[in-house]
């Protein structure tokens, strides 16, 4: 008789299509509550576990890993981001990971266009002088922001989701298309973008936008130095993860107009406390990490997530692996 696998769930509000996936096969166990588990109880849950399906708010350490035991065969988290897993500590344990990349791709580069066009046309103030009173007629420069044609933006980070970005704002007949990346990227030939130093790319960008993972590469990049470097008329948007971001220089350098604003979906920490000063800037659009959230591709991410675990748990190719 074979054993029937456990697997637990970090929440109970995961999208049905995933979870309903895994309790065809499986003894699945979950959160019972619509928010981020404690770590004291998420310690004790996996005790014996054999898979765990997480978020990126759950930190897979070695303490975590060691709570779980030798059971464990496998994390899949509904992200395409895995700065919340450590990777190395899995992999001594023979521990694998899944993850979703491919599937937020749209999902992710349709927000930072939608979060870029809100920061640079000023959407949320214009929105409130509408509904408080000051709107008092047209006016030639009110409300005026930067437009994208005939522009150049800057992309930090030219993977799937930075490539997606980068066709989405060519309709919108930009200037040029500047990449800063690792590796040259033979997709950016077709998509008309060119591979530039990251200093150049900040020196020359209207818009600079962050789509780059978070490793220690790219942890705090944008720091004083690099928003010294961008134009005072820049407008710097970050839908990747809060950590590429010295958030201190952030918020001096939009105080002091140093460059002209900042949209951001990804914050440290998250939630951003509501006294941050973040929130008190104009200048500012602060989104709740939505980049994915569209409806179709947290299905998707939730049936990937349970489809990778289910297969490392029946020993077979997983669809998404961390290699
Ligand atoms: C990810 O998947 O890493 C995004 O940040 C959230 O969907």
Not at 44 to 59: E, F, H, P, R
Not at 82 to 101: F, M, N, S
Request: glycine content about 8%.
């Amino acid at each position: 008789m074979s054993t029937v696998h456990k697997v637990f769930i970090t929440r109970n509000d995961m999208p049905d299509v995933g979870v309903e996936l895994l309790k065809k096969q499986c003894d699945v166990r979950k959160w019972e509550k619509a928010s981020p588990i404690p770590r004291d109880e998420f310690l004790k849950s996996v005790a014996g576990v054999n898979g765990i399906y997480c978020t990126l708010n759950d930190k897979i350490d070695k303490e975590l890993l060691d709570a779980a035991g030798p059971n464990l065969k496998v994390v899949g988290t509904i992200s395409v981001g895995y700065d919340h897993i450590d990777t190395a500590e899995c992999r001594t344990r023979g521990v694998r990971i899944g993850y979703t990349p491919n599937v937020l791709t749209d999902a992710t580069a349709e927000l930072t266009l939608a979060l870029l066009l809100t920061t640079s046309r000023r959407l949320p103030e214009a929105q409130n002088e509408a509904k408080t009173g000051g709107w008092v007629s047209w006016a030639p420069t009110w409300m005026t922001g930067p437009g994208l044609a005939g522009s150049t933006v800057g992309i930090v980070g030219f993977g799937r989701i930075g490539q997606a970005v980068a066709r989405r704002v060519r309709a919108f007949n930009t200037a040029k298309i500047l990449y800063y990346n690792r590796s040259e990227k033979p997709e950016a030939k077709e998509i008309g973008a060119c591979k530039v130093g990251f200093e150049e790319l900040l020196t020359q960008s209207d818009f600079v936008i962050c789509c780059a993972a978070l490793v220690p590469e790219t942890k705090e990049i944008f720091n004083k130095s690099a928003f010294e470097k961008m134009k005072p008329t820049a407008v710097f948007v970050n839908t990747s993860r809060g950590g590429t971001v010295d958030q201190g220089a952030l918020i001096e350098a939009l105080q002091n107009n140093t460059i002209r604003a900042a949209g951001l979906d990804v914050t440290t920490p998250e939630p951003l406390p509501l006294d941050n000063p973040l929130f008190k800037l104009k200048n500012c659009v602060v989104l709740p990490h939505i980049g994915s959230a569209t409806i179709e591709a947290r299905n998707v991410m939730s049936e990937l997530t349970a489809k990778n675990i289910l297969c490392a748990l029946n020993g077979s190719d997983m669809p998404a692996e961390l290699k």
